[in-house]
């Protein structure tokens, strides 16, 4: 049985790549965070925080590349005064503390997204056609050595 796979692409280019949702484009924890990410960006009160001149916006920390392009966004930002450095202390804690616990996942396939689609509201996402290929076996069952 062939199953979609998610298409979220991280900020290394490579696809997710996990088993995708019934009627999604995008895997379990890639689907929570676009919703949780677009709640943001379609709620009015965000807009003005989101159009104040001292933020940044900050994608998903979910690979090596995402949290070094983190840190990058929160010393340029630091740089050009339009961020506080209270506020950037605790933005490069919270990206050490991200880079921390990405050191303990396992490392990525590599499954460079060649080609996108643009979805209404901005979001780019891998080519719909990759599938995995599932058997619906059952394993074997475990038993307790004495």
Do not use: W
Not at 95 to 116: F, G, H, M, Y
């Amino acid at each position: 049985m062939e199953t979609p796979l998610c298409r979220h692409i991280k900020a290394n280019g490579i696809q997710c790549r996990a088993v995708a949702l019934t009627e999604n484009p995008f895997c379990y924890a890639h689907d929570r965070m676009h919703r949780f990410h677009k709640s943001y960006r379609l709620h009015p009160m965000a807009k003005s925080y989101l159009n104040y001149t001292n933020s940044i916006q900050l994608n998903a920390l979910e690979d090596r590349e995402s949290v070094q392009l983190a840190i990058s966004q929160v010393v340029n930002a630091l740089a050009t005064n339009q961020l506080e450095s209270k506020r950037a202390a605790v933005l490069l804690y919270g990206l050490q503390l991200a880079a921390r616990n990405i050191t303990l996942l396992k490392p990525a396939e590599t499954n460079t997204v060649r080609s996108v689609q643009t979805t209404s509201d901005g979001l780019d996402l891998a080519e719909a056609n990759p599938t995995l290929e599932l058997t619906l076996e059952s394993p074997e069952p475990k038993t307790l050595s004495a």
